[in-house]
């Protein structure tokens, strides 16, 4: 009896760390997936938002096709009108990757659930839209 009261808080603290460390960690977080992965999905699923986070003038040069501009820039703590369904598939790009990983994160922690990140339009081999 003495032994497991011994034992019990370490037992007790095991556990606490064990759960802290697997809940919920991936579900604060976003995917990351490659440019051609991207190309697929936009291909078989429906009901999802192209997201391009590069500065207007960079949208206006060039864009995949039915993608939405909010720049990277914009994005911060308010809620942003031009994506209101926070549990609906966005895949975000930018230019080279960096802006749009840095996008994904902050849209995460204003609660959107299903954010695919897909790099930089500089890998995309499909069509562009101007």
């Avoid at 556990?15 to 960690?25: D, K, Q, R």
Wanted: aromatic share 6%; proline share 4%.
């Amino acid at each position: 009896m003495r032994k497991i009261r011994r034992l019990l808080p370490f037992i007790l603290s095991l556990m606490l760390l064990s759960s802290c460390g697997t809940s919920g960690g991936y579900a604060n977080s976003y995917r990351q997936i490659s440019m051609d992965e991207a190309a697929k999905m936009m291909k078989d699923e429906k009901n999802y938002i192209i997201l391009d986070v590069r500065r207007p003038d960079e949208y206006a040069e060039g864009h995949i096709p039915g993608a939405i501009n909010v720049p990277n820039e914009d994005i911060g703590t308010a809620e942003i009108s031009e994506l209101p369904d926070k549990s609906q598939l966005i895949l975000v790009y930018c230019r080279s990757g960096r802006r749009s990983k840095e996008a994904s994160e902050k849209l995460v922690k204003l609660g959107y659930t299903n954010i695919v990140e897909f790099g930089g339009i500089l890998d995309w081999k499909g069509e562009i839209e101007r």
